[in-house]
């Protein structure tokens, strides 16, 4: 057997205890079958005081990572402490000191992922992040190499199991947005501040990721459009339900003649639809090549085992000697991003007005739409589900009544401007609801 290949981690949270405890149960057998055994040489984290889930002893522990980082007695650096402080002072000093770099750091590759994979490049090493985008989820190696002859079209997905967690829950058990998230936060799916995952942001640093994988563009963070899951109240799902769809957090990337739409957004999709079932904590990506068609993963976006599991693998790769480009292409190759307006954008929508019952209301709301050319395949009034007239107080007279509309095909400029002039023209009694359909 030749050497073995020596490993320094840093950080020891939940990944790291879950990397360490994997590699305890399963590091002697993935050694004989790689033919190189794996040794934990060093590690490090803030607390060495700390209580770990793990036993340590016999491992050279490290105050600084970026010490460990650069160590003659590592040859893979295992990045696993998260944002792109230290995080990233120690993967630039792994990387420059010529050592391979495994990490799950989305936070730390979406903001400087190019720069990152031209140094790894430059020193002719490893930078390998299957963790990164969907936790337990294989779609960084099935964009990069086993799809790598395909044309992507489209790339989209459920990359955040707090939201999915969430719109699950209120579908299903018929309660507020407020209720399910301090649901969600007693039972640790969700932070004591949520924002990051219900504002759709780590959908965005995930799924930009993904998208320069698929199109061969440089990670372009700044070029997302973002919305979250604030504004989706039970009177959406209830008309997602009758109207045949489920509100998903999407994070899609699309190839269009104009350039890229990364958006991250609720959207409606078809109830039969597969990613319609996708429920709960678990993750989903679709892909859409030319040559193999349309393709769906499923599975844990995160967790300790199951984001081990994809490091783990990471680690392997560098066993046998494989150590592919980041993003599958050299680094220079990696072409600029040309972000396409979400003006541009095309699609049918579903939005929800709350109606001042008046004489003309609703002609006055049809002409805004027609000054746009949008043109309505369906509108509906409709009371909140279970409300009895004469009894439920939210049908009295002169109340609001919810009216919810779907359009035709059209354009996100133009469903926006006449949103916008019905909102100035009074009769509604709030900011029109719009949320994406999105067509599978
Ligand atoms: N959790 C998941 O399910 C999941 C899934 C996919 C990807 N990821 C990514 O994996 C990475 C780690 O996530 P996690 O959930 O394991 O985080 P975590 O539980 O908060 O663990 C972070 C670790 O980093 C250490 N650390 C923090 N600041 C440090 C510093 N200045 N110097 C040295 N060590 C420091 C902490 O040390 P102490 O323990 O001593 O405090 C801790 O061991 C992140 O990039 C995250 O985005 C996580």
Redesign the pocket.
Known sequence: MSQPLRLGI???????TGLVELLRAHGPRLGINTGRSLQIAGV????RA?KRAVSLEGITWFDA?ERLAADPSIDVFVE???GDG?AKTAVEAALSAGKHVVT????LLAAHGYELAKLAEKNGVALNFE??AA?GIPVIKTLREALAANQIRRVYGILNGTCNFILTQMQKEHRSFAEVLAEAQAMGYAEADPSFDIGGFDTAHKLTLLTSLAFGTRVALDEIDVEGIETISQADIEAADDLGFRIKLLGVALMTESGIEQRVHPAMVPQHSAIAEVSGVTNCVAIDGDFVGNLLLAGPG??AKA?ASAVASDILDISRGDTPLPFGVPAAKLKPYKRARLGQHQGAYYVRLSVYDRPGAMARIAGRMGEQEVSLESIVQRRPRGARPGIDARLAPGLPTPVILITHETTEAAIRAALDAIHKDGEVSEKPQMIRIEPL
């Open positions: 840093a950080g020891l949270g939940t990944v790291g490090s984290a803030r607390d700390k990572p696993l402490i998260g230290i799950a750091n989305k936070a963790a990164a936790g995160a967790g984001t």
